[in-house]
């Protein structure tokens, strides 16, 4: 680690505390939540030129025409995720920068996270190499499809928009498993919406407002 980033390490903890505040202003009520965010490095996930930026409530470009999410959507989500208790695993689709991994990381014991940029995915490891967080699995690949392999899951959280629920998401989703997702257009409105699954059926609930980058179909880079 360079002199400029441990600078920001040294000055980070005070600024760390108010984006807790803020988080806890604006409706994060989980305790765990709070204080995994209060304790990640989210400057190391970003590029040094933005690294001061780090603790705004704000998603910030991590390259490849992608973003590192806003911290309250990351809060909110996994807050969403581990609210009737702590599942044994979570599959996240989108990796981008690894910050929502590592705060899943540290909170649930095994983190399976998949990205198609391989460029991203190279990065986010090297991360969470850093914060010793071995309990990250992550792989390059279409997310729209999952990691059937490691099915089913207990949780799954999107951190890109499809317009559509991917049907792979929802079959490898267990009984009585909850997914969280962002679904719409990038121009259009997207929705955060939690899918749970019962013996039977798939119930939706419709939260918030949100604004994701697109669950892109297909190709991997
Ligand atoms: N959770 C990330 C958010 C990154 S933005 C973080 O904490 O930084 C969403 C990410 O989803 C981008 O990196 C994008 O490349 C990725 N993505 C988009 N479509 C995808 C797909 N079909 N499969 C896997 N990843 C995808």
Known sequence: MNKHIQGIGMTSQRTRDRLVDRLRAEGIQNERVLEVIRTTPRHMFIDEALAHRAYEDTALPIGQGQTISQPYSVARMTEIIIENGIPDKVLEVGTGSGYQSAVLARLIPKVYTVERINGLLIKARECHRALRLNNIFAKHSD????????????????????????????????????????????????KLKLITRTDSAYEEQTLNAVKFVPLLDGSIR
């Open 143 to 190: 997310g729209s499809w999952g990691w059937p392999e490691k099915a089913p899951y207990p949780a799954i959280m999107v951190t890109a928009a499809p317009e559509h629920v991917p049907e792979s998401l929802l079959e490898q989703l267990s009984v009585g498993g909850r997914m969280v997702i962002p679904v719409g257009t990038v121009s259009g409105a997207q």
